[in-house]
T-cell receptor, first 112, second 114 residues
Framework: AQSVSQHNHHVILSEAASLELGCNYS??????LFWYVQYPGQHLQLLLK??????LVKGIKGFEAEFIKSKFSFNLRKPSVQWSDTAEYFC??????????FGTGTRLLVSP | DAGVTQSPTHLIKTRGQQVTLRCSPK?????VSWYQQALGQGPQFIFQ???????QRGNFPDRFSGHQFPNYSSELNVNALLLGDSALYLC?????????????FGSGTRLTVV
């Protein structure tokens, strides 16, 4: 069965600091990888996704993620965070049209 | 605007009661999935509907059932509610034909069982 691990449950950063959130998945076949963000009081929104091709994926709001197949990882990065990036971030994986399997999430707090 | 509409937004029920949650998918989307998000956890897959049939099911008991209508909208029914069913219930829709699309999520229904 697929599973997703997010190593950091809570992250606190100051504005302008760099961000990297870890995500590892367990599945030996071809996967689609996603990062979703949930701002306080809002619905889950897709930040970026990897389906195939260039393993460095750029998403909205300056976020990017790198798929490293040999490490089963899909880490999320942002060079300089803003206070408005305070949110919960979820890594997810699926295969084809199948269900999404989510990690437990990382709560990011950016202090101004 | 999420594009996926869920109702109601909040609900309080008593143990043993039954509840029905509703979801209208984003325009153009024909596949609907339901997820349960407990406090402090990631969403857990309940089931997925396509062409009015349950196509996939997660590790949830039979007390959880659903339905998809010809207009692609969907309902989630939970019978014999338990305190542990308290959670945010999310509906997600996607277009079947687009591989790797991901899902568009609604804002959810917050269910509290007392």
């Amino acid at each position: 069965a697929q599973s997703v691990s997010q190593h950091n449950h809570h992250v606190i950063l100051s504005e302008a600091a760099s961000l990297e959130l870890g995500c590892n998945y367990s599945y030996g076949g071809t996967v689609n990888l996603f990062w979703y963000v949930q701002y306080p009081g809002q619905h889950l929104q897709l930040l970026l996704k990897y389906f195939s091709g260039d393993p460095l994926v750029k998403g909205i709001k300056g976020f990017e993620a790198e798929f490293i197949k040999s490490k089963f990882s899909f880490n999320l990065r942002k060079p300089s965070v803003q206070w408005s990036d305070t949110a919960e971030y979820f890594c997810a994986v699926n295969t084809g049209f199948q269900k999404l399997v989510f990690g437990t999430g990382t709560r990011l707090l950016v202090s101004p | 605007d999420a594009g996926v509409t869920q109702s109601p937004t909040h609900l309080i029920k008593t143990r043993g009661q039954q509840v029905t949650l509703r979801c209208s998918p984003k325009s153009g989307h024909d596949t609907v999935s339901w997820y349960q998000q407990a406090l402090g956890q990631g969403p857990q897959f309940i089931f997925q509907y396509y062409e009015e049939e349950e196509r996939q099911r997660g590790n949830f008991p039979d007390r959880f059932s659903g339905h998809q209508f010809p207009n692609y909208s969907s309902e989630l029914n939970v019978n014999a509610l338990l305190l542990g069913d308290s959670a945010l219930y999310l509906c997600a829709s996607s277009p079947e034909v687009v591989q790797g699309y991901g899902y568009t999520f609604g804002s959810g229904t917050r269910l509290t069982v007392v």
